[in-house]
């Protein structure tokens, strides 16, 4: 896309998705931290049904930490990879406790020192947290942004670096939502439902799926 496609892209969505957020519930950047480690390779409706037990019984990494491993795990144990996560999520609690006086870092450097913790998982607390311009590049981003010709790269991070230098700064926070919801709801992996699609005039994609024709009426016999 040229820098005016770019632009245009972009514009289109927000007009699309105005309110678009973080569909993860959570209430501070502790509860978001651990929300977004739960979240990978799991759906935000699964992590969203276990949060409020977890969150009621540990909101802080004290509580997080004294929970332990084998409590946790019991409170999250219907999304995938509830082990390893259980353990993760105690672990970073102690990190936080023992390495930033029970606080969440503002750098990507130091949250990704956390367990569990990867670039789209710091990338997101950064963006969602602390309001900075990152752009967290997760599946449907991925897919979106190879798709659509905004950003195209054979890596996360590629496609990250892609999407930061050409997305215009006032845009960079607010388009990691817009992509995602679009992703996740329309721009879809098996099917992209290009009718249904705010940006279709500036994406660059080749196969547009056309608009569904009509089922016949059933007629009764």
């Keep these: 896309m040229s820098k005016a496609e770019v632009h245009q892209f972009l514009t289109d969505l927000s007009r699309a998705w105005p309110d678009a957020q973080t569909e993860l519930h959570y209430t501070t950047p502790f509860t978001l931290l651990v929300a977004v480690v739960l979240s990978a390779q799991a759906t935000d409706a699964s992590v969203n049904r276990v949060t409020p037990a977890l969150f009621a019984a540990a909101p802080t990494p004290q509580a997080m930490a004294a929970l332990g491993d084998e409590q946790?795990?019991?409170?999250?144990?219907?999304?995938?990879?509830?082990?390893?996560?259980?353990?993760?999520?105690?672990?970073l609690s102690h990190q936080l406790l023992a390495e930033?006086?029970?606080?969440?870092?503002?750098?990507?450097?130091?949250?990704?020192?956390?367990?569990?913790?990867?670039?789209?998982?710091?990338?997101?607390?950064?963006?969602?947290?602390?309001?900075?311009?990152?752009?967290?590049?997760?599946?449907?981003?991925?897919?979106?942004?190879?798709?659509?010709?905004?950003?195209?790269?054979?890596?996360?991070?590629?496609?990250?670096?892609?999407?930061?230098?050409?997305?215009?700064?006032?845009?960079?926070?607010?388009?990691?939502?817009?992509?995602?919801l679009q992703g996740r709801y329309v721009c879809k992996a098996r099917k992209p439902e290009c009718w249904r699609c705010a940006a279709q005039q500036s994406c660059l994609f080749p196969d547009k799926t056309p608009l569904p024709r009509p089922k016949a009426p059933r007629v009764a016999l």
């Design 72 to 91: 946790v795990g019991q409170l999250i144990r219907t999304i995938g990879l509830w082990r390893n996560k259980a353990k993760n999520v105690v672990a």
């Design 100 to 180: 930033h006086g029970g606080q969440i870092p503002h750098t990507r450097e130091e949250l990704e020192k956390l367990a569990g913790v990867g670039r789209k998982t710091a990338n997101v607390v950064l963006n969602v947290a602390f309001n900075q311009p990152t752009v967290p590049v997760d599946t449907h981003v991925f897919r979106l942004a190879n798709r659509s010709g905004l950003g195209r790269g054979r890596t996360v991070e590629a496609v990250e670096k892609k999407l930061e230098a050409r997305i215009p700064l006032p845009m960079v926070r607010d388009s990691h939502h817009w992509l995602i």
